[in-house]
Antibody, heavy 123, light 111 residues
Framework: QITLKESGPMLVQPTQTLTLTCTFS??????????VGWIRQPPRKALEWLALIYWNDDKRYSPSLKSRLTITKDSSKNQVVLTMTNMDPVDTATYYC???????????????WGQGTMVTVSS | QSVLTQPPSVSGAPGQRVTISCTGS?????????VHWYQQLPGTAPKLLIY???NRPSGVPDRFSGSKSGTSASLAITGLQAEDEADYYCQSHDGSLSRWVFGGGTKLTVL
Protein backbone atom coordinates (compact mmCIF):
# COMPACT_ATOMS: atom_id res chain seq x y z
CA GLN A 1 0.00 0.00 0.00
CA ILE A 2 1.43 3.34 -1.08
CA THR A 3 1.15 6.28 1.30
CA LEU A 4 2.64 9.77 1.30
CA LYS A 5 2.60 12.44 3.98
CA GLU A 6 3.70 16.05 3.80
CA SER A 7 5.27 17.90 6.68
CA GLY A 8 6.56 21.39 7.23
CA PRO A 9 5.77 24.73 8.84
CA MET A 10 2.18 25.96 8.93
CA LEU A 11 3.27 29.60 8.97
CA VAL A 12 6.05 31.26 7.02
CA GLN A 13 7.01 34.91 6.98
CA PRO A 14 7.30 36.81 3.70
CA THR A 15 10.76 36.54 2.04
CA GLN A 16 11.57 33.41 4.04
CA THR A 17 12.37 30.02 2.52
CA LEU A 18 9.82 27.20 2.82
CA THR A 19 11.04 23.64 3.25
CA LEU A 20 8.53 20.81 2.87
CA THR A 21 9.20 17.11 3.32
CA CYS A 22 7.25 14.28 1.71
CA THR A 23 7.72 10.99 3.56
CA PHE A 24 6.45 7.98 1.69
CA SER A 25 6.09 4.23 2.02
CA UNK A 26 5.05 1.32 -0.18
CA UNK A 27 7.38 2.11 -3.07
CA UNK A 28 11.02 2.93 -3.80
CA UNK A 29 12.18 6.08 -5.52
CA UNK A 30 15.12 4.04 -6.79
CA UNK A 31 12.86 1.91 -8.97
CA UNK A 32 12.88 2.72 -12.67
CA UNK A 33 9.82 4.69 -13.75
CA UNK A 34 8.89 6.02 -10.32
CA UNK A 35 8.49 9.76 -9.75
CA VAL A 36 7.17 12.03 -7.01
CA GLY A 37 5.59 15.39 -7.69
CA TRP A 38 4.54 18.44 -5.71
CA ILE A 39 1.25 20.19 -6.41
CA ARG A 40 -0.30 23.12 -4.55
CA GLN A 41 -3.78 24.55 -4.18
CA PRO A 42 -4.49 28.08 -2.92
CA PRO A 43 -7.69 28.38 -0.89
CA ARG A 44 -10.75 27.97 -3.13
CA LYS A 45 -8.56 27.82 -6.25
CA ALA A 46 -7.32 25.25 -8.73
CA LEU A 47 -4.46 22.78 -8.50
CA GLU A 48 -1.04 23.94 -9.72
CA TRP A 49 1.86 21.59 -10.50
CA LEU A 50 5.19 22.72 -9.01
CA ALA A 51 7.93 20.14 -9.44
CA LEU A 52 8.71 16.50 -10.21
CA ILE A 53 11.66 14.28 -9.40
CA TYR A 54 12.49 11.02 -11.19
CA TRP A 55 14.00 7.79 -9.91
CA ASN A 56 17.23 8.70 -11.76
CA ASP A 57 17.36 12.14 -10.05
CA ASP A 58 16.15 13.98 -13.14
CA LYS A 59 14.09 17.01 -12.14
CA ARG A 60 11.39 19.18 -13.68
CA TYR A 61 10.06 22.50 -12.46
CA SER A 62 7.13 24.77 -13.24
CA PRO A 63 8.61 27.39 -15.59
CA SER A 64 6.94 30.25 -13.70
CA LEU A 65 8.48 29.16 -10.37
CA LYS A 66 11.68 27.50 -11.50
CA SER A 67 13.99 30.16 -10.06
CA ARG A 68 12.51 29.67 -6.59
CA LEU A 69 12.15 25.88 -6.39
CA THR A 70 14.50 23.03 -5.56
CA ILE A 71 13.41 19.39 -5.34
CA THR A 72 15.65 16.68 -3.91
CA LYS A 73 15.28 13.08 -2.81
CA ASP A 74 16.75 10.82 -0.18
CA SER A 75 15.85 7.33 -1.33
CA SER A 76 17.35 5.73 1.76
CA LYS A 77 14.99 7.74 3.97
CA ASN A 78 12.04 7.50 1.56
CA GLN A 79 11.77 11.27 1.47
CA VAL A 80 11.41 14.03 -1.10
CA VAL A 81 12.12 17.61 -0.08
CA LEU A 82 10.83 20.76 -1.79
CA THR A 83 12.26 24.17 -1.01
CA MET A 84 10.70 27.42 -2.19
CA THR A 85 12.57 30.66 -1.66
CA ASN A 86 11.31 34.21 -1.21
CA MET A 87 7.84 33.25 -0.01
CA ASP A 88 4.99 35.70 -0.60
CA PRO A 89 1.40 35.81 0.68
CA VAL A 90 0.23 34.62 -2.76
CA ASP A 91 2.06 31.35 -2.04
CA THR A 92 -0.44 30.59 0.73
CA ALA A 93 -1.83 27.20 -0.22
CA THR A 94 -2.20 23.54 0.62
CA TYR A 95 0.85 21.72 -0.67
CA TYR A 96 0.52 18.10 -1.80
CA CYS A 97 3.04 15.48 -2.80
CA UNK A 98 1.94 12.65 -5.06
CA UNK A 99 3.24 9.38 -6.52
CA UNK A 100 3.47 8.96 -10.27
CA UNK A 101 4.80 6.07 -12.32
CA UNK A 102 5.74 6.27 -15.97
CA UNK A 103 4.59 2.73 -16.67
CA UNK A 104 2.22 0.05 -15.46
CA UNK A 105 -0.98 0.60 -13.54
CA UNK A 106 -2.24 4.20 -13.51
CA UNK A 107 0.66 5.15 -15.79
CA UNK A 108 1.62 8.82 -15.92
CA UNK A 109 -1.11 9.99 -13.55
CA UNK A 110 -0.63 11.26 -10.01
CA UNK A 111 -2.30 8.20 -8.60
CA UNK A 112 -1.67 8.45 -4.87
CA TRP A 113 -1.70 11.78 -3.01
CA GLY A 114 -0.69 12.80 0.46
CA GLN A 115 -3.22 14.49 2.72
CA GLY A 116 -1.65 17.88 2.06
CA THR A 117 -0.20 20.50 4.37
CA MET A 118 -1.55 24.03 4.61
CA VAL A 119 1.07 26.76 4.51
CA THR A 120 0.18 30.36 5.31
CA VAL A 121 2.53 33.17 4.36
CA SER A 122 2.06 36.13 6.65
CA SER A 123 3.99 38.47 8.89
CA GLN B 1 -5.89 31.40 -16.33
CA SER B 2 -5.51 27.63 -16.57
CA VAL B 3 -3.94 26.01 -19.62
CA LEU B 4 -6.81 23.50 -19.69
CA THR B 5 -10.31 25.01 -19.72
CA GLN B 6 -13.18 23.48 -17.76
CA PRO B 7 -16.66 24.84 -17.04
CA PRO B 8 -16.75 26.32 -13.52
CA SER B 9 -19.84 24.36 -12.58
CA VAL B 10 -22.26 21.66 -13.69
CA SER B 11 -25.29 20.20 -12.01
CA GLY B 12 -27.70 17.33 -12.31
CA ALA B 13 -30.41 15.49 -10.46
CA PRO B 14 -29.83 12.11 -8.84
CA GLY B 15 -29.80 9.37 -11.46
CA GLN B 16 -29.02 11.72 -14.33
CA ARG B 17 -25.94 11.87 -16.55
CA VAL B 18 -23.56 14.81 -16.62
CA THR B 19 -20.45 15.55 -18.62
CA ILE B 20 -17.50 17.79 -17.84
CA SER B 21 -15.38 19.09 -20.69
CA CYS B 22 -11.67 19.86 -20.69
CA THR B 23 -10.36 21.91 -23.59
CA GLY B 24 -6.66 22.20 -24.33
CA SER B 25 -4.50 22.97 -27.33
CA UNK B 26 -2.06 21.52 -29.83
CA UNK B 27 0.75 21.62 -27.26
CA UNK B 28 -0.99 19.44 -24.69
CA UNK B 29 -4.11 17.32 -25.33
CA UNK B 30 -3.85 17.83 -29.09
CA UNK B 31 -0.22 16.73 -29.06
CA UNK B 32 -1.30 13.29 -27.90
CA UNK B 33 -0.56 13.59 -24.20
CA UNK B 34 -2.84 11.59 -21.92
CA VAL B 35 -5.62 13.24 -19.94
CA HIS B 36 -6.27 12.24 -16.34
CA TRP B 37 -9.22 13.16 -14.14
CA TYR B 38 -9.32 13.71 -10.38
CA GLN B 39 -12.17 14.00 -7.90
CA GLN B 40 -11.73 16.25 -4.88
CA LEU B 41 -14.33 15.90 -2.15
CA PRO B 42 -14.66 18.88 0.19
CA GLY B 43 -11.70 19.21 2.52
CA THR B 44 -9.81 16.23 1.09
CA ALA B 45 -6.92 15.55 -1.26
CA PRO B 46 -7.60 14.86 -4.94
CA LYS B 47 -8.26 11.25 -5.89
CA LEU B 48 -7.44 9.73 -9.27
CA LEU B 49 -10.64 8.96 -11.15
CA ILE B 50 -9.58 8.31 -14.76
CA TYR B 51 -6.08 7.81 -16.16
CA UNK B 52 -4.81 7.55 -19.70
CA UNK B 53 -7.95 9.24 -21.14
CA UNK B 54 -10.33 6.32 -20.62
CA ASN B 55 -9.06 3.99 -17.89
CA ARG B 56 -10.48 3.59 -14.41
CA PRO B 57 -8.19 2.75 -11.49
CA SER B 58 -9.14 -0.19 -9.37
CA GLY B 59 -12.12 0.63 -7.18
CA VAL B 60 -13.58 3.46 -9.26
CA PRO B 61 -17.20 2.69 -10.23
CA ASP B 62 -17.99 2.22 -13.90
CA ARG B 63 -20.42 5.15 -13.62
CA PHE B 64 -17.36 7.26 -14.35
CA SER B 65 -15.93 7.26 -17.87
CA GLY B 66 -13.50 9.35 -19.88
CA SER B 67 -13.03 10.18 -23.53
CA LYS B 68 -10.67 12.25 -25.64
CA SER B 69 -10.88 13.73 -29.11
CA GLY B 70 -8.60 16.23 -30.78
CA THR B 71 -7.71 18.97 -28.32
CA SER B 72 -10.46 18.12 -25.81
CA ALA B 73 -11.44 15.49 -23.31
CA SER B 74 -14.59 14.74 -21.34
CA LEU B 75 -15.58 13.08 -18.11
CA ALA B 76 -19.02 11.50 -17.97
CA ILE B 77 -20.83 10.50 -14.81
CA THR B 78 -23.97 8.41 -15.09
CA GLY B 79 -26.47 7.55 -12.40
CA LEU B 80 -25.57 10.64 -10.39
CA GLN B 81 -25.43 10.15 -6.64
CA ALA B 82 -25.28 12.67 -3.82
CA GLU B 83 -21.79 11.44 -2.95
CA ASP B 84 -20.55 12.56 -6.38
CA GLU B 85 -20.84 16.19 -5.32
CA ALA B 86 -17.24 17.38 -5.54
CA ASP B 87 -14.73 19.33 -7.59
CA TYR B 88 -13.34 17.61 -10.68
CA TYR B 89 -10.02 18.42 -12.35
CA CYS B 90 -8.52 17.34 -15.65
CA GLN B 91 -4.75 17.12 -16.02
CA SER B 92 -2.34 16.59 -18.88
CA HIS B 93 1.19 17.41 -19.97
CA ASP B 94 2.20 20.43 -22.00
CA GLY B 95 5.12 19.81 -24.29
CA SER B 96 5.82 23.43 -25.13
CA LEU B 97 7.23 24.14 -21.66
CA SER B 98 7.68 20.59 -20.38
CA ARG B 99 5.21 20.99 -17.54
CA TRP B 100 2.24 19.20 -16.09
CA VAL B 101 -0.97 21.20 -16.28
CA PHE B 102 -4.36 21.13 -14.58
CA GLY B 103 -7.71 22.48 -15.56
CA GLY B 104 -9.40 25.18 -13.50
CA GLY B 105 -11.73 22.66 -11.91
CA THR B 106 -15.47 22.04 -12.18
CA LYS B 107 -17.82 22.01 -9.22
CA LEU B 108 -20.49 19.34 -9.56
CA THR B 109 -23.70 19.96 -7.69
CA VAL B 110 -26.21 17.16 -7.27
CA LEU B 111 -29.61 18.81 -7.08
Amino acid sequence: QITLKESGPMLVQPTQTLTLTCTFSGFSLSTSGVTVGWIRQPPRKALEWLALIYWNDDKRYSPSLKSRLTITKDSSKNQVVLTMTNMDPVDTATYYCAHRSTSGQNANAFDIWGQGTMVTVSS
Amino acid sequence: QSVLTQPPSVSGAPGQRVTISCTGSSSNIGAGYDVHWYQQLPGTAPKLLIYGNTNRPSGVPDRFSGSKSGTSASLAITGLQAEDEADYYCQSHDGSLSRWVFGGGTKLTVL
